[in-house]
């Protein structure tokens, strides 16, 4: 029946309820409901919400719509075959990485299945903020697990002096804990 859909129910103590939902207004997708304390309501911005799926979701491979409009147009390119990612893809993923619209000079598109399944893109920018050591940068290397943020800039994935890197390290055998 295309307008039962499954209804789940949490109020975010741990519990939670699973129970048919009928008379859906939608034949396809998810609908999210939340109802949140007073002291929370800057979570019910729109902006908000387009920050924080920006932020924690903005790779998952399933299309996420907020009023109409696709927040997670960008793609999870480490993820694809090193032949199958365009040098304009390359050049647009790094602007995203480093927050800038500088040229990167190298990069290393990696992917190992043993002993665990990590893929990643790190790059060597052109240029570099850091001046005879006044102004030390701090590693702009993202940690995912299948394409989800676990932790931004990563300073214990790269030693401190390759800390000039850009990039993401997805390792699938991480386990997600979500507390």
């Not at 309501?41 to 299309?63: G, V």
């Amino acid at each position: 029946d295309s307008d039962v859909g499954t209804k789940w129910v949490s109020d975010g103590s741990g519990d939670y309820t699973v129970a048919d939902a009928k008379n859906l207004s939608f034949t396809r997708g998810t609908k999210i409901v939340l109802h949140l304390r007073h002291d929370c309501r800057q979570f019910s911005k729109e902006r908000e919400i387009e920050n924080i799926i920006k932020r924690y979701s903005l790779f998952i491979s399933y299309p996420i719509k907020l009023n109409g409009e696709l927040v997670n147009a960008l793609q999870a390119i480490w993820t694809r075959s090193k032949s199958d990612v365009t040098e304009d893809e390359y050049i647009r993923f790094f602007e995203h990485c480093s927050s800038q619209k500088i040229p990167y000079k190298f990069k290393v598109h990696y992917s190992t299945d043993v002993p665990l399944a990590i893929k990643a893109i790190l790059y060597v920018p052109s240029t570099h903020s850091e001046k005879r050591e006044m102004n030390s940068e701090k590693s702009k290397v993202s940690l995912y697990s299948r394409k989800v943020l676990i932790k931004e800039n990563c300073q214990e994935l790269v030693p401190n002096y390759l800390r000039f890197l850009k990039g993401v390290v997805d390792c699938e055998d991480l386990p997600l804990n979500i507390s």
